[in-house]
């Protein structure tokens, strides 16, 4: 950033070198004004992509990088449902919004970019199974495979049946996991009685 000369300025450079998006708290706690994001932003060394969710100009895009972007604006919450289902590769459906799960009494955060569709989990489902994946240089935390199969069984209300069925049928073809480590987590989510007839279905010899 050949603008930002004084000490706030490298600062905002640095962070945003290690990593490809930040969110406008990290800025003001590592002692960044909003004066000097605004000026950045003005100068065209960095852009606002959403609300309180910066990055630097010119930067690549990540794959998957919505879901970072999600994570940020959404602190307390985990990919969930079908967006969890599409990362790890078990759906070809592609969900315009980004499904997140969150407690009982969390916030949630007023609608913008990226649409998000929030669901909430009692505390005895929401962290079970929670994986941490590098997505633009942060930590996103995503329900395994195991836990998005239970989840998806476990609310019919929320998503089709089919799509739970044909991701737990992906699942197994694709060896993302095992029949055991998708019966245990299953039993671990409430979902056994619901799945238990498909997954023996997809996984006897006969």
Same mark, same amino acid.
């Given at each position: 950033m050949?603008r930002?000369s004084n000490?706030?300025?490298i600062? !905002?450079r640095?962070? %945003?070198?290690?990593?490809? !998006?930040?969110r406008a708290q ?6 960044i004004s909003?004066?000097t994001?605004?000026?950045a932003v003005?100068?065209?060394d960095?852009?606002?992509?959403s609300?309180?969710?910066y990055?630097? /100009? ?5 794959e998957?990088q919505?879901l970072?972007e999600?994570?940020?604006?959404v ?5 969930? %449902?079908v967006s =969890? %289902? ?6 070809d459906?592609?969900p315009?919004?980004i499904?997140?799960a969150?407690g009982t009494?969390d916030w ?5 970019y990226p649409p !998000? /569709?929030i ?5 005895r489902?929401l962290?079970?199974?929670v994986e941490?994946?590098?997505i633009a240089g ?7 495979v195991?836990?998005t ?8 209300r929320?998503?089709d049946?089919?799509?739970a069925v044909?991701? !737990? /049928? =992906?699942a197994l073809e694709?060896?993302?996991?095992t029949?055991g480590?998708?019966?245990?987590g299953a039993?671990?989510n ?8 498909y997954l023996e279905?997809?996984?006897?010899n006969?």
């Amino acid at each position: 950033m050949p603008r930002a000369s004084n000490s706030q300025g490298i600062q !905002l450079r640095n962070l %945003l070198d290690s990593r490809s !998006l930040v969110r406008a708290q990290e800025l003001r706690d590592a002692g960044i004004s909003p004066q000097t994001i605004a000026r950045a932003v003005e100068a065209g060394d960095i852009e606002r992509i959403s609300r309180g969710v910066y990055q630097k /100009r010119g930067s690549e895009i990540a794959e998957n990088q919505s879901l970072a972007e999600a994570a940020i604006r959404v602190p307390k919450g985990v990919i969930a %449902l079908v967006s =969890a %289902l599409a990362f790890h590769g078990l759906t070809d459906q592609m969900p315009r919004r980004i499904w997140m799960a969150i407690g009982t009494s969390d916030w949630a955060p007023v609608q913008s970019y990226p649409p !998000l /569709r929030i669901v909430r989990f009692t505390e005895r489902y929401l962290r079970q199974g929670v994986e941490s994946h590098a997505i633009a240089g942060r930590e996103v935390p995503i329900y395994s495979v195991p836990k998005t199969l239970a989840d998806l069984f476990r609310n019919p209300r929320l998503v089709d049946r089919s799509v739970a069925v044909e991701g !737990l /049928r =992906a699942a197994l073809e694709q060896r993302k996991a095992t029949p055991g480590a998708i019966a245990q987590g299953a039993k671990a989510n409430g979902a056994w009685k619901i799945m238990q007839p498909y997954l023996e279905a997809l996984t006897s010899n006969g």
